[in-house]
């Protein structure tokens, strides 16, 4: 042990200048619980829904508050006709549709049974099945009240359905869309490409310019003639070639090996891709103008994919989480892309469909690019 004490000492007052191995090691663990603990919830709750009202009367609108009393489901649009409620699935705007058909309060007149189409996205097999467990529940507890009201009129207690038979006086009639065998592959390996580029991408970038800085080797590229676009596109397009052709291959993967089919236009999906690898890049950068050492690179880009993974929608839906936390994830740029690869993959969804996520992923790429730019040039400076 000899010299234990002196080396003890030395180390202890390593650590005490290197303020953001503390700030690692005590601050960021605690924001990060905190953040978490709030916003991450198992349970599923609040799953945007559109309704289609054909018949408009007074039985179709009891049924229709019978669906918003529910936690579980929240009605956010009314559509109008068929094709605004179509689109509002096939954007993603809304993970549940109800279709009440135009003689719904007739056919209950009548005493004849009611029929309900249910459209569910079954990209996320937790959220479909909690979903169509929540409809059937509805369509009974509405049958149940009308069965014991009608007893207490003492007329006839039960409905007629198709073929005469004695029924439940209401049907909800279930679909599942996108992915009706629900499997889990179909929902998760999409976003894991978002997820694997972003890593990737931020990694490979802010080791690059944080390794030379090391060397010594950034500062004499400083001297040189280069101007600072050259220099500064000089490094991030090498890095920009080799993310486009990950793309290619964890695409080629997913297709081939895990047999998710692309639904929607690939040259989209592609464009919208380098746009992500753009923003992404962007981050790496900022991260390299704020770390000195690879070390610090690494924690820093630690405190960022965490987020990106809890708070993106990647696990939990985004609807569970609270909104003082939610705001978090619309400054995350893989929130968007993880939008966007389930749409076009999944649901095959346009540009229209996917305009907010693609507007919000602008916005981040040109707010990170801008501010990694401005501290890398303040650096050369």
């Known amino acids: 042990m000899r010299g234990f004490g002196a080396i003890f000492l030395k180390e202890l007052t390593h650590v005490r200048r290197e303020r953001s191995t503390l700030l690692f090691a005590f601050l960021i663990p605690v924001l990060q619980l905190s953040i978490f603990g709030y916003a991450i919830d198992i349970k599923i709750e609040h799953i945007s829904t559109v309704v289609l009202d054909l018949d408009g009367r007074e039985q179709s609108r009891r049924l229709i508050e019978a669906f918003a009393n529910t936690r579980t489901l929240r009605i956010t649009q009314t559509a109008a006709s068929d094709a605004e409620f179509d689109r509002a699935m096939s954007s993603g705007r809304a ?30 097999s937790n959220v479909a099945t909690v979903a169509l467990s929540t409809a059937n529940m509805v ?31 209401i049907e909800i009639r279930g679909r599942m869309l996108y992915n009706p065998d629900l499997l889990s592959a179909r929902f998760f390996v999409p976003a894991l490409v978002g997820i694997i580029l972003q890593n990737v991408t931020i990694f490979l970038t802010s080791f690059s310019i944080v390794r030379e800085r090391e060397h010594g080797t950034l500062e004499q590229l400083f001297v040189t003639p280069v101007s600072r676009a050259g220099l500064m596109l000089g490094k991030l397009a090498p890095y920009t070639i080799m993310g486009f052709l990950e793309t290619l291959i964890i695409l080629l993967v997913m297709v081939f090996v895990f047999g998710v089919p692309i639904q929607g236009n690939l040259i989209l999906l592609l464009g919208l891709s380098l746009l992500f690898l753009l923003a992404a890049l962007g981050l790496g950068l900022l991260i390299s103008t704020a770390a000195q050492t690879q070390l610090q690179a690494i924690q820093i880009t630690f405190i960022i994919l965490l987020p990106s993974i809890l708070l993106s929608g990647f ?24 939008e966007i690869l389930r749409g076009i993959i999944l649901r095959g969804a346009d540009v229209r469909d996917l305009l907010p996520h693609i507007v919000g992923l602008s916005a981040c790429c040109v707010i990170i690019l801008s501010l990694s730019i401005l501290r890398f040039r303040k650096q050369l400076a």
């Open 95 to 124: 993970k549940v549709g109800v279709r009440i058909p135009p003689d719904y309060s007739e056919r209950r007149l009548r005493g004849e049974q009611a029929h309900v189409q249910v459209l569910i996205d079954g990209s996320n």
């Open 139 to 169: 369509g009974m507890n509405q049958s149940l009240r009308e069965i014991r009201q009608s007893e207490d009129r003492r007329s006839a207690p039960t409905a007629r359905g198709d073929t005469g038979q004695s029924a439940l006086p």
């Open 315 to 338: 696990v939990f839906p985004r609807e569970t989480i609270p909104p003082a936390i939610a705001w978090i994830s619309y400054v995350i740029p893989v929130t968007y892309f993880l």
